[in-house]
């Protein structure tokens, strides 16, 4: 089974509009963490926020914000006023527990392109 | 300044030959890690080391062979190339105690085997 699943391969969004990116994903470790990346034409992962599986609250940074669901075990991430600069491939990440590794299993991406 | 470097950052090579990859971080992490992501963007961890010892090898052929002469290198040997090893290669490296253990990505390593 999928680890995270990223079920938007594409999609548009309007300049200054809200848009949210689905990420679900299974895991029986009670301790991990979930991770969104962006990658710009340009190639480089960007980090853009971190929702920690003990955390009470969702996590925001900026325009970003993390709607943790974690009985339905969704990460969703928002974008809120969306800009030119958005348009990107974005992916949602997991960190299981220490005994993992710390390593990061990705999801499949979002194509992102913002229309002006 | 640059966080994670890599170099270099496009390598042209035929079949058979053998490439490295090389990676720096100056972050004072403890892990460093090598991804694979293919020409359908999906990203896939190939190697992991903590401290300069091995601690993921996620099923990678051994022509690939990994090495961390110290803390902050982590370089990839890849022998006897194919044409499916083309891919972007990202080195990343986090701390792994720590909040969240972000991991910071280097500029990766387009690599096209012909």
């Known amino acids: 089974a999928q680890k995270i699943t990223q079920t938007q391969p594409g999609m548009f969004v309007q300049e200054k509009e809200a848009v949210t990116l689905d990420c679900t994903y299974d895991?029986?470790?009670?301790?991990?963490?979930l991770f969104w990346y962006k990658q710009p034409s340009s190639g480089e992962m960007i980090f853009l926020i971190y929702?920690?599986?003990?955390?009470?609250q969702n996590a925001t940074e900026g325009r970003y914000s993390l709607n943790f669901q974690k009985a339905r075990k969704s990460a969703n991430l928002v974008i809120s006023a969306s800009q030119l600069g958005d348009s990107a491939m974005y992916f949602c990440?997991?960190?299981?527990?220490?005994?993992?590794?710390?390593?990061?299993?990705f999801g499949g991406g979002t194509r992102v392109l913002v229309k002006p | 300044d640059t966080a994670v470097s890599q170099t270099p950052k496009y390598l042209v090579t035929q079949m058979g030959n053998d490439k490295s990859i090389k990676c720096e971080q100056n972050?004072?992490?403890?892990?460093m890690y090598w991804y694979k992501q293919d020409s359908k963007k999906f990203l896939k961890i190939m190697f992991s080391?903590?401290?300069?010892?091995?601690?993921i090898n996620e099923t990678v052929p051994n022509r690939f062979s990994p090495k961390s002469p110290d803390k902050a290198h982590l370089n990839l040997h890849i022998n006897s190339l194919e044409l499916g090893d083309s891919a972007v290669y990202f080195c990343?490296?986090?701390?792994?105690?720590?909040?969240?253990?972000?991991?910071?990505f280097g500029p990766g390593t387009r690599l096209t085997v012909l």
């Open positions: 990343a490296s986090s701390q792994v105690l720590g909040y969240h253990n972000e991991q910071f």
């Open positions: 895991t029986s470790d009670p301790s991990y963490g």
């Open positions: 929702q920690g599986s003990y955390d009470q």
């Open positions: 990440a997991m960190r299981e527990g220490q005994a993992a590794g710390n390593k990061l299993t």
């Open positions: 972050l004072g992490h403890d892990t």
């Open positions: 080391y903590n401290n300069k010892e091995l601690i």
